[in-house]
């Protein structure tokens, strides 16, 4: 089955520096990579997605890069605010849907002042 | 529009008994996921229905089970619990309309103590 890995698993950064949280899959089929941001105590939440026809996508200042090739992704952050502190998620799925998600295991990012 | 319920929130069982959790999707979603979440595996997938059809299914024994009923509402249930069987378990809803689908729509879980 699919396999996902995900790095740092913590990252300390400071206010209105950037962060990248990077994640590999195993399965080449997966084609749907979407990111979910947990605060604590909360439920996740989509904060952006991609499909394996696009190899980027950019929302504010939340970017997700995908690399077919190498079977990776990346999440990149600009300007971080303390409110970006979350435990981030990144999953994979086949069939470009949401149904049957591989998530790694998160990165809880910490924006100090 | 209200978001995915939950039911119970939290709820402490004892080693050998069976718990039943229930999941209210958005009004109009018809795809329910459950997922199991734990501080050293993250969350994992535990199965799927659509249109009260079991569409998919993780890696988890015959143990943990599921339906979902014709107003999409879903209940899972484990049984013989185990120590390791303690865990939040989230319910997401979506609309899944093929590949055009794609954001799950989490409830706030249902936190589960297994003594």
């Known amino acids: 089955g699919e396999n996902v890995e995900q790095h740092p698993s913590t990252l300390s950064v400071q206010e209105g520096d950037s962060a990248v949280i990077k994640c590999t899959y195993s399965d080449s089929a997966s084609n749907y990579f979407p990111w979910y941001k947990q605060e604590l105590g909360k439920r996740p939440q989509l904060i952006i997605d991609i499909r394996s026809n696009v190899g980027e996508k950019k929302d504010q200042r939340i970017a997700v890069t995908l690399n077919k090739t190498a079977k990776h992704f990346s999440l990149h952050i600009t300007e971080t605010q303390p409110e970006d502190s979350a435990v981030y998620f990144c999953?994979?799925?086949?069939?470009?849907?949401?149904?049957?998600?591989?998530f790694g295991t998160g990165t809880r990012l910490q924006v100090t002042l | 529009k209200a978001g995915v319920t939950q039911t119970p929130r939290y709820l402490i069982k004892t080693r050998g008994q069976q718990v039943t959790l229930s999941c209210s999707p958005i009004?109009?979603?018809?795809?329910v996921s459950w997922y199991q979440q734990t501080p050293g595996q993250g969350l994992q997938f535990l199965f799927e229905y659509f249109s009260e059809t079991q569409r998919n299914k993780g890696n988890f024994p015959g143990r943990f089970s599921g339906r979902q009923f014709s107003n999409s509402r879903s209940e899972m249930n484990v049984s013989t619990l185990e120590l390791g069987d303690s865990a939040l378990y989230l319910c997401a809803s979506s609309t899944r309309q093929g590949a055009g689908t794609g954001e799950l729509f989490f409830g706030e879980g249902s936190r589960l103590t297994v003594l």
């Open positions: 999953a994979a799925s086949m069939g470009g849907t949401a149904s049957k998600l591989t």
């Open positions: 009004s109009g979603h018809r795809s």
